[in-house]
């Protein structure tokens, strides 16, 4: 079905004898200069064609793979089960697979559901510049665009790797002043960036393009107090879902502000709290196609079912693991970071695996207790005593002035675990660049591996992973045949 076409209205970026709106006000900006963010970034979005970049084409497929294992991973969290129910309560019509369930629902109930099992185990990818996880949103939000349509993998791809620019972009203007207020940039930004990526695979117009994303922006939330909590993962489900009636609704001529970026009641400065000044532009819509941040700085990949943030510190403790220290040899433990190097780690005394997730103490206690991070000890069950008792002698503290690796990710990020023994010697170590991350990516094989733990069947999971391979010159029904 083809999109409906929007007429102009008065006063928008179609019509333009209207009024852009400004820096201060709805008007003209109080500085004297207009701005026009949306339109800039819709034009963008609707010529780019990064599937001609090798990187990003590369990097799109490893990130459809990786996606695709961590939400078969949840398929059968208590969250998604519930999730499950409530739709099969709700019904509608059947067109969007829900991912490892052999069951069908209507577009934004697969979206829904498929972000949130992506997003479960907090096992799906992560990107610095976003400081949350793209594909959990974009992917799902493209998977239900995409079905019952004709719809080429080529443009599925392109979509893609559009979404994640677009989210990486907002999220260098929006990230740090809106994380540290208490916003979770998963939904707050995945919204809106999944609703450029299904404008470009539906073939939307620029007008068409903005109406969707004003339609997002007002649906745009989340709170990171819920980390730890199944209302975390339902954030990307909900930014999934919220793409998708975005699209749709467009399509009903539903309208919205098709400015919504700019102004200084826009979401940019609403949420930034900055002024949509020449910084903001550079930002946001100079050197699209010179790079794509699929690639450049590019996805973080796990292995471990818990917060990126606590990556750092977990590689450090697993080298301290190798001196067998025994419970009663430590005196005491002190983790270092930068300031707010932690901010996501919310949970210094977590009572259950889930909230030992949001726990960097929780993650150096199992390495130093020589327990695996396997999904299992991130699950609902309560901690054990012997983690309790270690995370006891634990602390937290911040050095701003330590220089860590030029090479650390997310820029200026590290973690030092320090262990004080009872004999008053002291064992530390520092990492600035955890395994996973773009600067020491998971290889392909080892990508593979997470997805075939994940896959139900091995012989279907053979076949998905040649669909990716080829999947820029196939078509998203054969890859959708297979979910």
């Known amino acids: 079905m083809a999109p409906s076409r929007i007429q102009p209205q008065r006063g928008s970026l179609g019509d333009r004898s209207g009024l852009l709106l400004g820096f201060g006000d709805q008007g003209a900006g109080s500085m004297g200069r207009l701005t026009a963010f949306t339109e800039m970034m819709a034009a963008e979005v609707l010529k780019a064609t990064p599937t001609n970049n090798e990187a990003a084409l590369r990097e799109a497929k490893r990130g459809i793979l990786d996606y695709l294992a961590s939400a078969l991973a949840g398929r059968e969290d208590a969250g998604t089960i519930k999730l499950l129910q409530a739709i099969e309560a709700e019904g509608g019509h059947p067109v969007a697979p829900l991912i490892g369930q052999n069951k069908r629902a209507n577009r934004r109930q697969a979206a829904l559901l498929n972000g949130f099992m992506g997003h479960a185990l907090d096992y799906d990818d992560v990107h610095s510049d976003v400081r949350g996880h793209p594909s959990s949103v974009i992917l799902p939000a493209l998977f239900a665009l995409s079905s019952g349509r004709e719809i080429s993998g080529k443009c599925f791809l392109d979509a893609y790797i559009i979404g994640v620019e677009v989210m990486a972009r ?9 994380y540290l207020k208490g916003w979770h940039n998963t939904s707050l930004l995945g919204g809106v960036a999944a609703t450029f990526a299904g404008a470009r695979l539906l073939g939307f117009t620029a007008r068409e393009t903005q109406n969707a994303v004003g339609i997002a ?5 989340g709170l990171r107090v ?27 001529d539903f309208h919205g502000i098709d400015a919504a970026l700019d102004s200084g009641i826009g979401f940019l400065h609403v949420y930034g709290g900055k002024a949509t000044d020449e910084a903001v532009q550079t930002a946001l819509t100079e050197n699209w196609g010179k790079t794509w941040r ?6 973080w990949f796990k292995r471990n079912p818990f917060c990126s943030a606590a990556s750092h510190g977990a590689d450090a403790a ?8 025994t419970v009663s040899e430590i005196e005491k433990i002190d983790i270092v970071f ?6 996501a780690l919310i949970h210094t005394r977590p009572k259950t695996g889930e909230q030992g997730r949001f726990s960097i103490e929780y993650v150096v206690a199992l390495a130093l207790l020589g327990q695996p991070f396997t999904l299992g000890n991130f699950g609902t069950a309560a901690v054990s005593l012997e983690a309790e008792k270690l995370m006891e002698k634990m602390s937290r503290s911040y050095d701003a002035e330590h220089k860590p690796d030029a090479q650390a990710i997310p820029k200026g990020r590290f973690t030092i675990v320090r262990l004080t023994l009872a004999d ?13 991350s773009p600067q020491a990516p998971l290889t392909d094989a080892e990508l593979e ?11 279907k999971a053979d076949r998905i992973i040649q669909a990716i391979r080829g999947l820029e010159n196939g078509n998203m029904s054969e890859l959708e045949g297979f979910l």
């Open 294 to 299: 699929i690639a450049e700085p590019g996805l």
């Open 318 to 325: 697993l080298e301290l693991a190798g001196l067998r220290l």
């Open 424 to 436: 008053g010697s002291v064992h530390s170590r520092e990492v600035c660049v955890p395994k996973g």
């Open 338 to 343: 930068p300031p707010n190097g932690d901010a």
């Open 449 to 459: 591996s997470k997805w075939c733990e994940s896959a139900p069947v091995q012989h």
């Open 170 to 178: 907002l999220g260098q203007e929006v990230g740090t002043a809106s």
């Open 226 to 252: 819920q980390f730890g909590t199944q209302m975390k993962p339902l954030h990307a489900g909900l930014a999934a879902q919220q793409a998708v009636q975005s699209i749709e609704w467009t399509q009903q």
């Open 217 to 221: 922006v007002s649906q745009a939330g």
